[in-house]
C-alpha cells in the first residue's frame, strides 16, 4: 500500500482489524492492495511458488447460481476480489443467515473471492485469498468429496500465516471464543495442528497449493510416503480406507495410532486454544 495508508499488518486494537482495515481497503485499489499484501505473507511463510490456478474473468450484469438470481453483480476481469452488500454474497451460500454469519467466500466458479462488507476481518482475506490459491480451484471435486479436509486444512494455515504476520489477530481474535472471527473448523483445525506438531508444516505444502498438477491423489499419496521416511512405516493412507468414517476421523486416528505421545500431547495442548509456536516448520 501507499505511504500513508493503513496496512492490514498495523497492530490495532480493534480485535478484528475492521475499522482501519475496512477504511484502507475501502474501494477497488484499497481492497486489491490488502488482496496483494495477503498473498505475499502467504507466499513468505508457506510456499514462495505459489499462484492463481486460474484466470480471473469478468463479470456483469446478472448471475444464476444453483437456482439463485444475484443481480447487478459488476467485477471486472483484473480483480480478483470484491466486497459485496450482505444480501448479494448470501445468494451464493444458501442456509446462512444475515448478521456476519458468513464473513466472505470463495467462489471457484466465477474465479472471485467474495466479502461481505463491514463483517470481514483479516483471518478472512488470508482464508479466502488461500482457498484461491489451492488445488480446490482446478478440481472443484475435491472441494466437495473432501471438504472439511480442505476447510480446516486453510484454516491452520490461516492460523500459521496470522501468527507469523498478524501476532495481534492471532493472539487477541482467533484464540478469542467470544469473538466473531474465532477460528472455524476446529475439529479438523486442531487435527493439522498436532500432526504438524510432528511433521513439518512444509509437507502440507504439496497437497494443499496449486502446483501444476492435477492428481492430488498421487500428491497425497507422496505425502504419506514423507510421513513414513520420517519415522513412521506404517502410516496408513486414508485415501484408500475404505471406511465409513469421514477423512479427517481416519486421519486422526491414524496421527493417534501411529505418533503416539508426541501428537496426543499436542493434541490435548490445542483444548486452550491453538498452540502453533510448536509446530514444526522444516
Known sequence: MSQGRTTVREQLPDCEYRVKLLAAARGNPGLVSCHQEAFEAIKTELFEG???PVDSVEIAGTVNWRGTTIN????????RIVELEESQILGFAPGYTPGGSLRGLTVYELRKVLLNRNYWCVETLVHETLHSLSITARRLDLGTRYSQLFEGLTEFLTSFV????Y???????????????????????KIW????HVIPIRAL???????DDLDWENLFGRFVDTIRRNGYPRFPNILHDKSRLAAMVRLHQACGSNFGTEY?????????????PGVKVV
Open 72 to 79: 447487478n453483480l459488476f467485477i471486472s476481469k483484473d480483480v
Open 193 to 196: 495442528s498436532a500432526l504438524c
Open 264 to 276: 496426543s500431547k499436542a493434541w490435548r495442548s490445542l483444548e486452550a486454544g491453538l498452540d502453533l
Open 167 to 189: 501476532p495481534y489477530c492471532y493472539e487477541h481474535c482467533l484464540n478469542d471464543k467470544s469473538r466473531p472471527c474465532y477460528y472455524t473448523y476446529q475439529y479438523e483445525t
Open 205 to 211: 505444502v504439496p497437497i494443499y497449493f496449486w502446483n
Open 162 to 165: 496470522l501468527m507469523k504476520r
Open 50 to 52: 505459489a499462484s492463481f
